[in-house]
């Protein structure tokens, strides 16, 4: 960078100002804690904005949408059933962002190890996206 380039980016506020404090740079508390607990992270919003609700949402209104046992419990079973998929990878996608961002922080970090963890977690957000939006489709023959 010229002198000039450095002085301009130094004078303007950083869009991630603040998050250089994360405990994984990559990921907010909350995204780390719906990680962890199997919670949907916005991954199943082509399912959710296009009228296909998972579970979780038809659970908290199961009375006012009128549903009976037989769907609550069949809700609450593939619900269980997401959230057992969900959180090792989770995990695993947690795990996967602090390792690259330990690679980062100790400037050991090689063009093959970049893609290598890239690959990694983009194969593990697949599934966790995947888990959640397989769900969604499963739900509406259940009502």
């Known amino acids: 960078m010229t002198g000039?380039?450095?002085?301009?980016?130094?004078?303007?506020?950083?869009?991630?100002a603040g998050q250089e404090t994360r405990q994984i740079?990559?990921?907010?508390?909350q995204d780390?804690?719906?990680l962890r607990n199997g919670r949907g992270w916005g991954l199943a919003k082509a399912a959710e904005?296009?009228?296909?609700p998972g579970p979780t949402h038809l659970l908290d209104l199961a009375d006012d949408i009128g549903l009976d046992a037989?769907?609550?419990?069949?809700l609450r079973a593939?619900?269980?059933?997401?959230?057992a998929q969900a959180k090792p990878l989770g995990e695993k996608l947690v795990a996967l962002e602090t390792e690259l961002d330990r690679q980062f922080a100790s400037g050991e970090i090689t063009d093959?190890?970049?893609?290598?963890?890239l690959a990694q977690?983009?194969?593990?957000?697949?599934?966790l996206r995947y888990t959640h939006l397989a769900t969604h489709f499963k739900t509406p023959p259940l009502l």
């Open 4 to 16: 000039t380039t450095v002085s301009a980016a130094e004078t303007k506020p950083s869009p991630y």
């Open 25 to 29: 740079k990559s990921l907010s508390a």
């Open 32 to 34: 780390i804690d719906d």
């Open 49 to 52: 904005l296009n009228g296909v």
């Open 70 to 74: 037989a769907q609550v419990a069949k």
């Open 78 to 83: 593939i619900k269980q059933a997401m959230t």
């Open 112 to 117: 093959n190890a970049l893609r290598e963890l």
């Open 121 to 127: 977690i983009a194969e593990t957000r697949r599934e």
